[in-house]
């Protein structure tokens, strides 16, 4: 035979495994050719029905990145028994969701950004599993035991990047599914999106401050307004130079989107200057919560081509009004400048919980009110109050879960427990940024857990002797 091999020839091991990790690259590089034939001029998407497998490979990775991840991410964080399984299983069924993605029939799509992220969000998983199995690998002596503490620390922040990045992918695939965001429409629907991701995550970062983070906070010596108004400072400067092309003419909206933004950072300013005492101590102050009320006040009169379009922005201007107002009562009358109604800060009032819901609803219904879907709902006879409904009912399963992981993490880890008299309820920090009221040193504990996303059974029985023979930290007195 003229293409055989003898029964004496024998092949490396290196040179079969070599052509077996070739044969699958080539493999997978031709598994999804992708047909345009019956797309549109000018069209992002064939006019072809999402068939069965594509709907699969969207309700998969949905379940996997949008769900599983991030719960095993926090089981990560608590070092549950939990975290190595619950990720594992996603990762098996993130990849075979990602081949039914690459064998589905029907609607064809033009070259698109979600495409074009998948491989680079699959290099990440692969990078982060190559990273726990490492860890559980146990090697330590030698260079191993410096490589080590790097990796640990690389394989937390890939596990707390996962669920932003992941966000990001969903988006970019309810996209690609509808042929949105392309040539003129590209700009609106950058500002869309980005901007409702941003209220979405100011309300999540809100609710992890309102349940577990007031220890941190303290630790900080900051109020939260200093933080929030940072934020609104740099983002004001961002939008006042970039909504518009400077030398060009004034066209469309592109007064309003700038003197929003000089608004953001004269305000922005403004907050921060007011979150110190004279003394120097943190003090609340209501300037954020002014930004958000009069950016909701803005987007309600937007004029709009659509009349669905201007009752969905107006709606969605009037829920970040109700935002930034119930955010301004809460300071002044719920909390009365103080930071918790209890001394250790792990209860909260109903009414605080107003304010990073409507965050929530508001990114929603901003991300939701594109030209291209107004359009699209338009022509199907779709009200707006049906739409807003919907778009509420996303954000009430999205604050849901959310509180449920918070929730996952507050109850598996230790209590944090801080001692504050009265005055350090109010300002929440001493006179040289440090906490009046006394930290108790299991709170530093969960701070330190609370920055390694390594499973418990990732460290050795060595690193655990080590650690029982370190001298427990001595306790600062109380008084009396």
Known sequence: MAFGFSRRTRMPTGTISSGLATAFLIALARAHEHHDDKIPEGEGVSPDPVDSILWAHILIQIFAWGILFPTGMVLGIIRSRWHVPIQGFTTVLAIAAWFLGHAHKGRQFAHNVHSSFAPLLMLFLTVQVVFGIYLKLHLEKGTHGKIRRWVVLAHGVIGKAMPVVSWVQMLFGGIAALGFCRDD??????????????????????????????????????????????????????????????????????????????????????????????????????????????????????????????????????????????RLVEISFVLRDRNTLTLDGSEANSFQYLPPFLLFASGFLFMGATEEQMQLLSDGGVTHVSYVLMLYSFAFLLFLFVNMLVHLYAVNSEPASVKLDSESLRVNGGMNGRADGHVRPRLDHQARDAEEFELEGLISDEEGVDALKKPPTSRTPEAN
């Open 185 to 326: 429409h590209l700009g609106q629907c950058l500002a869309h999106f980005i901007m409702g991701s941003a209220f979405i995550a100011y309300g999540i970062v809100l609710t992890i401050l309102l349940l577990v983070g007031q220890a941190w906070l303290a630790r900080t010596g900051r109020s939260q307004e200093f933080f929030d108004s940072v934020v609104i400072a740099a983002w004001g400067c961002v939008n006042t130079f970039t909504e518009h092309r400077w030398g060009g003419p004034w066209v469309h909206n592109d007064l309003q989107h700038t003197t929003m933004g000089v608004i953001w950072w004269c305000a922005g300013l403004l907050g921060i200057w007011l979150s110190r005492t004279r003394s120097g101590r943190p003090k609340r102050n209501l300037i954020p919560s002014i930004v958000i009320l009069l950016t909701g006040y803005a987007m309600s009169a937007h004029p709009q081509a659509l009349p669905l379009s201007t009752m969905v922005h107006t709606v969605f201007g009037y829920t970040l009004m109700g935002a930034g107002l119930t």
